[in-house]
């Protein structure tokens, strides 16, 4: 079979906008492979993560390329067994998140599938990458006690295996420029969703709003057409102090941040944390759930007790009317970091022609 080394792969089957924004990065900074970029849409969830190899059928490029890179949402191993072509190519299937300890929304099915889809992956990868250790740790951790529940023909040492040929890899962030600060300037950055915990968040700033204490709020993120019950409520009880709201440009986004003093996650799932990790760049101080991601790279001290709600506003109470605590260090996950990080990954995995 005649690779060409030069041809990558890129395949997401779940085009979410931080999964779009890693695939541009990806591309814009790996310019020794000529990409081929196949990405289906961020939604439909249930049926991506089953159906990506039959949505892809007839639709993948003729040639056959050096190096795949996948992420967790494809099903690798049934692409590789529809088109055999592919089954000798080197590849990687990299993790932004995982199955088995992503929070089910009440609204959601239980299901077997989307995790047996990533553990099929998993095996079925030359090279298995995670953003965190938290999300590669979870990830095993999840395999195992799934596997135990199996009632017989159940093979030895799976997550051995997959631990054996994995690594952390975190996805690179452009740091942003420290700008004339606001002291007074809450952040919120993230999806307005269930599983990032907004009514925990909503409920802090209207006990803090209580106290008499001086703040403004910046609400930025992605929303739905409907808004979140939580946006709602703090647009009604508190107008005065919402200086940002909406979803924004990179540019006026990246100022806000620079003006931002403190940025609060109230995250149930976080596999790396890249709003928090850009605020965070800009000098803003991190308030988060002493949980998931972000033991890795926050002191105790940036950390209250997981939906908490009273530990939260009395952290920010006392930063307020005190002093903040100092910046915290993220330049191990600047670009510069770790696209070199990156690129000798990539590239350890070609194969001669």
């Not at 196949?38 to 990506?52: D, K, Q």
Request: proline share 8%; net charge neutral; charged share 20%.
């Amino acid at each position: 079979m005649n690779l060409d080394a030069s041809e990558a792969w890129l395949l997401s089957a779940y085009g979410a906008a931080s999964h779009r924004a890693w695939a541009d990065q990806l591309i814009a900074s790996q310019k020794a492979f000529a990409w081929q970029r196949l990405e289906l849409p961020g939604r439909h969830f249930a049926w991506r993560i089953r159906g990506n190899p039959l949505s892809w059928m007839d639709a993948l490029p003729t040639s056959t390329p050096g190096l795949i890179v996948a992420t967790s949402m494809v099903d690798l191993a049934t692409l590789k067994g529809l088109h055999p072509r592919l089954a000798a190519v080197p590849s990687l299937l990299y993790f932004h998140e995982n199955q088995f300890a992503y929070p089910e929304s009440p609204n959601q099915l239980a299901s077997l599938e989307p995790k047996m889809v990533q553990l099929y992956g998993a095996l079925a990868a030359d090279q298995v990458a995670f953003n965190s250790e938290y999300n590669r740790s979870s990830f095993l951790e999840g395999v195992d006690a799934m596997l135990a529940r199996f009632p017989d023909a159940v093979p030895a040492n799976v997550t051995k295996r997959i631990r054996d040929r994995s690594l952390v890899l975190p996805v690179p962030i452009d740091p942003v420029p420290a700008g004339k600060r606001d002291p007074r300037l809450i952040l919120w950055n993230h999806r307005w969703e269930y599983d990032k915990a907004p009514e925990v968040f909503t409920q802090a700033m209207v006990n803090l709003a209580a106290t008499g204490i001086d703040f403004r709020l910046a609400l930025l993120g992605d929303r739905g057409r409907v808004a979140h019950p939580a946006l709602v409520e703090l647009r009604r009880a508190m107008p005065d102090r919402i200086v940002a709201d909406g979803r924004i440009e990179v540019q006026p986004y990246r100022s806000v941040l620079a003006r931002s003093s403190i940025v609060v996650s109230t995250a149930r799932h976080e596999f790396q944390g890249l709003s928090v990790l850009e605020a965070a760049s800009a000098g803003a101080r991190p308030l988060v759930p002493d949980a998931l991601c972000y033991p890795e790279y926050l002191p105790a001290a940036y950390r209250y007790p997981a939906e908490d709600v009273y530990a939260l506003t009395q952290s920010i109470q006392q930063w307020l009317e005190g002093a903040l605590p100092p910046p915290v260090d993220v330049g191990r996950y600047a670009s510069a970091i770790l696209t070199p990080r990156w690129r000798e990954a990539l590239q350890s995995m070609l194969v001669d022609s």
